[in-house]
């Protein structure tokens, strides 16, 4: 009988064992170059101007993985919003029992959701990323402070969205990946405050040319760590 029990709890350990190993996620780490990101932190652009970021939030949607740019897998919940400072929303569990060569999602969310209005879960209005019925959602914002800014309290805000052409502000985002327990996606802010004028360009607060261009920005900052 003893020697039962002590087989049929080797086995459960076994399996558990084996279903940590087999663990998969893609997980985003938004940093400000080889730095974490931090919303404590205060970052040094030069000799003489820093930065705070204070707020980094956006929506990754419709997650799938091909392979022989066939579908493999379709995330089965069609919208995440990532938040830099809650390590809960940094990760999305997928299966690791298939092969794939590479990711697919849209930064932002798209106009069939924009167009039916406020909705519940993480496209709540409460979340804070939701402007008016006409505007939509906000795909992406990112908030601080610099000694570059000559405003109130030095602020920036970056708040990126729109779906109605020609500011259709969605991204389609094609990644090459290795079929590994974790798809590690960096976001690097450095990488898009070094393309603007913090002390011209400090605001963006609705749909437009300014922020289609300042999207393009945050996409050609994703890069994949290996």
């Keep these: 009988m003893l020697k039962r029990i002590v087989y049929m709890m080797m086995c459960l350990l076994k399996g558990v064992f084996l279903f940590s190993q087999s663990t998969s996620c893609i997980k985003f780490n938004p940093t400000f170059g080889?730095?974490?990101?931090?919303?404590?932190?205060?970052?040094?652009?030069?000799?003489?101007?820093?930065?705070?970021?204070?707020?980094?939030?956006?929506?990754?949607?419709?997650?799938?993985?091909?392979?022989?740019?066939?579908?493999?897998?379709?995330?089965?919940?069609?919208?995440?919003?990532?938040?830099?400072?809650?390590?809960?929303?940094?990760?999305?569990?997928?299966?690791?029992?298939?092969?794939?060569?590479?990711?697919?999602?849209?930064?932002?969310?798209?106009?069939?959701?924009?167009?039916?209005?406020?909705?519940?879960?993480?496209?709540?209005?409460?979340?804070?990323?939701?402007?008016?019925?006409?505007?939509?959602?906000?795909n992406f914002k990112l908030e601080g402070t610099s000694n570059i800014c000559k405003t109130r309290h030095n602020e920036f805000q970056f708040h990126l969205g729109g779906y109605q052409y020609p500011n259709n502000n969605l991204q389609t985002v094609f990644i090459e990946v290795d079929s590994k327990q974790t798809i590690e996606i960096g976001l690097d802010i450095k990488k898009?405050?070094?393309?603007?004028?913090?002390?011209?360009?400090?605001?963006?607060?609705?749909?437009?040319?300014?922020?289609?261009?300042?999207?393009?920005?945050?996409?050609q900052s994703l890069s994949i760590n290996k």
């Design 34 to 138: 080889s730095a974490k990101l931090s919303a404590d932190s205060v970052y040094h652009l030069n000799v003489s101007d820093s930065i705070q970021i204070t707020s980094l939030r956006f929506y990754v949607s419709n997650m799938e993985l091909l392979d022989n740019n066939k579908s493999v897998w379709i995330d089965s919940n069609p919208f995440h919003l990532i938040d830099a400072f809650n390590e809960k929303t940094l990760s999305i569990n997928i299966p690791s029992n298939i092969s794939y060569s590479k990711l697919k999602f849209n930064l932002g969310i798209d106009s069939t959701i924009n167009v039916s209005g406020a909705m519940g879960g993480d496209l709540d209005p409460t979340k804070g990323m939701y402007w008016t019925w006409q505007s939509g959602y906000i």
């Design 192 to 219: 898009i405050i070094g393309q603007i004028d913090l002390a011209q360009q400090h605001h963006i607060m609705s749909p437009g040319k300014d922020a289609m261009d300042f999207s393009e920005k945050v996409i």
